[in-house]
């Protein structure tokens, strides 16, 4: 049910002035330990700086890396990094469009194709969902973390419960609630998020004990550098599966994989394959992802195109 809903949200969330992305993570000195389900980027002054580089990650360190469009840089003077793993990020970088290689004097030299706008982001939305409020889970604890360290926004719960006074009281205060019916679309704002201060240093709830609390100081220099790669992910990333290898599958019109056996959204990572009574192997059926978050996102396919160019920041979620 979550994952059905979340997709559901996704593509009500999609609009020609934002990128939408899912599960993304968002830990600071521990990546791995805060995934957020949902994220919103908002376009900021540099958005169409970066809409012309590529329309795919570009890898963090390559855009911390001491390299930019002016002379060309000889790889082991830009990166801070065993060899191999420097050639591998490059390759990377290289392959996204983002830097260019070449040899001088026999050794690979890289210049970066354009300058990286570091004001592309307006701002990120980070959505946590539970369509049920009545198995709450860890999630008090993950909104907890979420408005301490401050590096969204903006923090919201989105749900399918009706929403009551005794949950009102569980949720931290600074988190947004949305009441989302996943069959219709419709979206009922129950609280507006307060904005946090992504700008101010941070503190990462690293584990919580019944007698005390571990935490680490964030300060806005870790906290920028982590919403530049969460952005990069998200822009690179989108929301959409791909679809499983069954003939009895198919996509519905905004992406989402579909089985007709079931008669509902699937999740192919869970549902379907080996484990599945009615799974018939076939080829996955065609998704064009690329025409899809073009068309209905802030996302551009093709940089070098002459497709429209949108206009940034001139709505939030209305």
């Known amino acids: 049910m979550e994952f059905r809903f979340e997709l559901a949200l996704c593509s009500a969330l999609e609009s020609p002035d ?11 000195t521990r990546p791995g330990a805060r995934i957020v389900d949902v994220c919103v980027v908002t376009p900021g002054p540099g958005f169409d700086a970066r809409t012309a580089l590529t329309p795919d990650r570009i890898p963090a360190t390559a855009i911390e890396a001491r390299v930019g469009p002016g002379e060309a840089v000889p790889v082991a003077d830009a990166f ?3 060899p191999e793993r420097a050639n591998a990020v490059v390759d990377a970088a290289v392959e996204a469009g983002y830097l260019e290689r070449e040899r001088r004097n026999g050794r690979p030299v890289v210049r970066a194709s354009a300058r990286y706008p570091d004001d592309w982001v307006g701002s990120l939305t980070a959505i946590e969902n539970k369509p049920d409020l009545g198995t709450p889970g860890e999630l008090t604890a993950q909104l907890r973390y979420d408005v301490a360290l401050g590096l969204f926004e903006t923090v919201v719960l989105a749900t399918a419960s009706y929403v009551t006074r005794a949950h009102l009281n569980r949720i931290p205060d600074p988190v947004g609630i949305w009441r989302f019916d996943p069959e219709t679309g419709e979206r009922e704002v129950v609280r507006e998020p307060t904005l946090l201060e992504p700008d101010a240093p941070g503190v990462e709830i690293r584990e919580e004990r019944s007698v005390r609390t571990d935490v680490a100081l964030v300060p806005p220099r870790a906290k920028a550098r982590k919403r530049r790669r969460i952005a990069e992910r998200a822009y690179g990333k989108g929301w959409r599966p791909d679809p499983p290898a069954c003939a009895n599958a198919t996509v519905t019109d905004d992406g989402r994989p579909y089985c007709t056996r079931f008669d509902r959204v699937v999740d192919p990572g869970r549902e379907c394959g080996h484990s599945c009574p009615e799974r018939d192997p076939g080829d996955p059926p ?7 978050r073009d068309e209905r996102t802030a996302w551009v ?13 001139l709505s939030r979620f209305r």
């Not at 934002?18 to 830990?27: E, H, K, P, Y």
């Not at 065609?286 to 899809?292: E, F, G, K, N, Q």
């Open 301 to 313: 396919a093709d940089p070098d195109g002459d497709g429209p160019r949108r206009q940034s920041g």
């Open 286 to 292: 065609a998704l064009d992802r690329d025409r899809l």
């Open 18 to 28: 934002r990128v939408v992305a899912r599960q993304l993570g968002a830990g600071v």
């Open 80 to 82: 801070d990094l065993p």
